[in-house]
């Protein structure tokens, strides 16, 4: 039996939309006192995400995972388990355009921020659990981050 993918925002049916389809990390760490906490990115626009982003042509998802990773985080880093695939229906008001994005969402080891991030104007953040769901704009990255919580961690 296959496993239903989850499906976030509203299909308009008037509505063209462009496919991105995206990948994206969960990273987290340990604090001192063994608590656990996940890396987000806040984009320019104030929005909270999961590291990650769109698979440009000739990559797989490993390929533009780490790329994304070494862009945002400035991270080298290893794909762990493939949590799974949701798709997301949204409004880029940034880009006038309207996407349906599956996003496909992996956990990350051996992640180390060796560079700096390449990118500018992101933010990289660390929250608790609870925090970083409710700070998450995209539904596909809450569901993302309550997989990986589910599968024994």
Same mark, same amino acid.
């Given at each position: ?8 925002? *509203?299909?308009?049916? &008037?509505? /063209? ?7 994206? +990390? ?30 440009? &042509? ?9 790329? *994304?990773?070494?862009?945002?985080? +400035?991270? =080298?880093?290893?794909? +762990? /388990? ?10 880029? &008001? !940034? ?16 992640? =180390?921020?060796? !560079?700096?991030?390449?990118? *500018? ?8 659990? =609870? ?8 539904? &596909?990255h809450k569901w993302g981050l309550e997989e990986y919580k589910k599968r024994a961690h």
């Open positions: 039996m296959t496993e239903k993918i989850p499906v976030f925002g *509203e299909k308009l049916d &008037s509505v /063209d939309y462009q496919a991105r389809f995206g990948v994206y +990390g969960i990273v987290s760490r340990l604090t001192a006192d063994k608590n656990e906490e996940f890396c987000l990115v806040q984009a320019p626009n104030g929005s909270f995400l999961l590291p990650g982003g769109e698979i440009e &042509s000739g990559e797989n998802q490993e390929a533009a995972l780490k790329r *994304e990773l070494l862009e945002e985080l +400035g991270a =080298d880093c290893q794909l +762990g /388990d493939y949590l799974g695939e949701a798709d997301e229906y949204f409004y880029s &008001s !940034h880009r006038d355009k309207y996407f349906y994005n599956p996003a496909y969402i992996y956990e990350m080891k051996n992640v =180390d921020f060796a !560079h700096e991030p390449l990118e *500018e104007g992101n933010g990289i953040f660390w929250f608790p659990f =609870d925090e970083a769901i409710a700070k998450l704009k995209r539904g &596909s």
